[in-house]
């Protein structure tokens, strides 16, 4: 006789789950794509539900070191996580930005350095749609929309971020090829990818190429030691005489500031949709405990000032939320939204930090010794640097207002 | 091999919120793929791999149910058969009917798969219903299904042990959670599920209205769990012994 008690557990267990595709997703991408919107949440929310199973209870081994990130993130190729913006014939799903981002922002809850390695990943493969040849982009994109090839891109130098225009990596013609050497600095994904996309400088000025890993002359740092985004590997990438074919080269010689600009641009709006999964993940945690934990007879919940927390975490999530899709929507319209994705990159990565401070100090002593909560602070503080700083993003918002305005 | 699969597009039980007077709130609820249904599904598409073949989905459900259609059209099985009408507003035995109905309509199938119960109602009644209905052996709680020519070896799931029998091919089988790990479908394999085919019945163009003879599912209240919160004072020698002896008392040690 088969009982109750033979119920499989998931039937006698009404504990909430971790709904990382929320409600609140559904109705936005009601708002803005509200002819198909049913289309995409069908999507998104299958795509939520592997990542919560897949990678979501791996995320704190990760943070301790304890778990890699190459088979979580491999299942998630597998999946079509990177193909979704992408136009069909080179292998994507020709799905629009949007849906991207929102699929971004569950994998930040989900992983954060899992997220960040895919972001990087699918910079190169929008540098490539973007400005590469029909035959590079035949070659590479349907390799790196699948996963079956990682790529990194390598734009940053040990003496140059935000001002990109002074790198010191040189790439020479010489016969029929270029001669690159330098050294590039905070790489993501360098030693795990299979493909470079190198910025150096030739005599007419910064220019794009594709280098593989094995090229003779490409090596690498050891990896950095970091205070968060412990899964996904960050190193410097140095080139001696690191010899790449013409082919190579990415449209046209001297233009390589101008697509790295471009490529960082929609990387910004990805960036943001990270920050406000991380954020939104530090708040659940944060309610929940704040829910439990008492004091004074009563849980923490019931004070005022726990619940001032509460509502600036909420709204801050919210508005960041609404800034990274309405970005990514000005991106799909094809005009200029170089202002937009800054404005939700500062304000969500920023957001981010606030949310997970709070988050600790919610959770007291717990939150400062606890790994399962301080990680996400850890992971969130890369991002007001990474792909632009806020300060120099906060500079370019204003002067295309100015423009804009005039 | 021709396999089909039952499944229920059922409300989702982690969503479902219950009423201060324990009431579960189907109204409105959010709803799926009845959860062990997917274990159905996997285990049809595991069988198509094995022994090739094609899985046929059916359901009794309303439009909504489309979308637990299409979730098992791309998780891989290659048609769907929807009988539109409210599992919630007719009987389990005209559900079990209407859905023999449809396996015969569609069929002839070699195997007929089901999950022990659905994920809202869990009377587990379908399943042998449908099989005493086409007139085919039912094997219950199946953990493990091996299909060798024109028989089947099953491996039940019981309480308390795990029973293996031999049915010849056409059965019916219902699978408990144990039996496999769903897929994920793909994000291509969803979009191109709704261009597989999907055909709708009219429950009168299969069986005329009946209302055949069957538990009547009157309703389900929500069982609120108080903790006992039984304190234990004193020496960890004596609190520890207290405790164990306890928890012996209630049954929940092994003896």
Redesign the interface.
């Known amino acids: 006789m088969r009982t109750i008690k033979s119920l499989p557990k998931s039937a006698r267990t009404k504990a909430p789950v971790l709904a990382i595709y929320s409600a609140e997703h559904r109705r936005l991408m009601g708002i803005f794509h509200p002819s198909r919107h049913e289309e995409y949440e069908e999507l998104l929310s299958s795509l939520g539900a592997f990542m919560e199973k897949e990678i979501l209870p791996l995320s704190p081994k990760i943070d301790a070191g304890e778990a890699k990130i190459e088979g979580p993130r491999k299942a998630l190729f597998e999946q079509g996580m990177c193909q979704i913006p992408f136009p069909q014939e080179y292998g994507g799903l020709g799905l629009p930005f949007t849906v991207y981002s929102n699929a971004v922002e569950l994998l930040g809850t989900a992983d954060a350095s899992i997220a960040l390695s895919v972001e990087i990943h699918n910079a190169v493969a929008e540098g490539l749609n973007r400005f590469a040849s029909e035959e590079q982009k035949r070659k590479y994109l349907p390799s790196l929309l699948t996963g079956k090839a990682l790529a990194s891109f390598t734009l940053t130098e040990p003496a140059s971020g935000s001002d990109a225009g002074t790198m010191a990596t040189t790439a020479v013609r010489k016969g029929g090829e270029y001669s690159i050497n330098g050294s590039k600095m905070f790489i993501t994904n360098a030693g795990d990818a299979e493909l470079y996309m190198v910025f150096a400088k030739t005599p007419v000025g910064p220019s794009c190429f594709l280098v593989r890993a094995g090229t003779p002359g490409l090596s690498f740092g050891g990896d950095l030691k970091k205070m968060g985004m412990k899964g996904s590997r960050t190193s410097e990438v140095v080139f001696s005489d690191c010899r790449v074919p013409e082919e190579n080269l990415v449209g046209e010689e001297g233009k390589g500031a101008d697509y790295a600009k471009e490529v960082l641009h929609g990387a910004r709006i990805i960036v943001a949709a990270l920050n406000v999964g991380i954020a939104q993940i530090a708040y659940d945690k944060s309610l929940a405990y704040a829910r439990s934990r008492r004091a004074f007879g009563k849980p923490i919940s019931e004070f005022q000032l726990t619940r001032e927390k509460i509502a600036d975490m909420k709204t801050g999530i919210s508005a960041g939320r609404l800034l990274y899709f309405y970005a990514s929507s000005v991106k799909e319209s094809g005009v200029d939204f170089s202002s937009e994705a800054s404005q939700a990159k500062v304000f969500a990565t920023e957001m981010s930090l606030k949310v997970c401070d709070a988050a600790i100090q919610i959770y007291g002593g717990y939150g400062y010794t606890s790994d399962e909560l301080h990680r996400h602070w850890r992971d969130a503080r890369l991002l007001t640097i990474g792909e632009g700083t806020s300060e120099v993003l906060r500079l370019l918002i204003a002067r295309r207002e100015m423009a804009r305005s005039q | 091999m021709k396999i089909a699969v039952c499944v229920k597009h059922a409300v989702d039980?982690?969503?479902?919120k219950v009423d201060p007077a324990g009431n579960p709130q189907f109204a409105g609820a959010a709803s799926k793929m009845s959860?062990?249904d997917k274990n159905a599904v996997e285990e049809a598409l595991r069988l198509k791999s094995a022994h090739s073949g094609d899985v046929t989905v059916l359901t009794v459900g309303t439009a909504d149910a489309k979308?637990t259609m299409?979730?098992a059209l791309?998780m891989g099985a290659d048609k769907g058969v929807l009988v539109t009408a409210d599992p919630m507003s007719i009987n389990t035995g005209r559900t079990a009917e209407l859905l023999a109905a449809a396996v015969r309509k569609a069929g002839p199938f070699d195997v007929v798969l089901c999950s022990e119960g659905s994920?809202d109602i869990?009377s587990g009644l379908v399943p042998p219903m449908v099989g005493e209905m086409l007139g085919l052996p039912y094997v219950g709680?199946a953990k493990k299904i091996e299909v060798a020519g024109q028989s089947a070896k099953v491996e039940r799931?019981?309480?308390d042990s795990v029973e293996v029998v031999e049915a010849p091919l056409p059965l019916v089988v219902s699978v408990?959670?144990?039996i496999n790990e769903p897929r994920?479908?793909?994000?291509?394999q969803?979009?191109q599920a709704g261009k597989k085919p999907m055909e709708e019945i009219a429950p009168d163009a299969l069986l005329p209205e009946s209302k055949p003879p069957s538990p009547l599912f009157v309703g389900m209240k929500a069982q609120a769990m108080a903790r006992k919160k039984v304190v234990f004072e004193g020496p960890p020698e004596e609190t520890a012994k207290k405790l164990v002896d306890a928890l012996g008392s209630e049954g929940v040690l092994p003896r």
């Open positions: 039980e982690n969503e479902l959860t062990f979308k299409k979730e791309a994920s869990y709680y799931s019981l309480e408990v959670s144990e994920y479908p793909t994000l291509i969803i979009m």
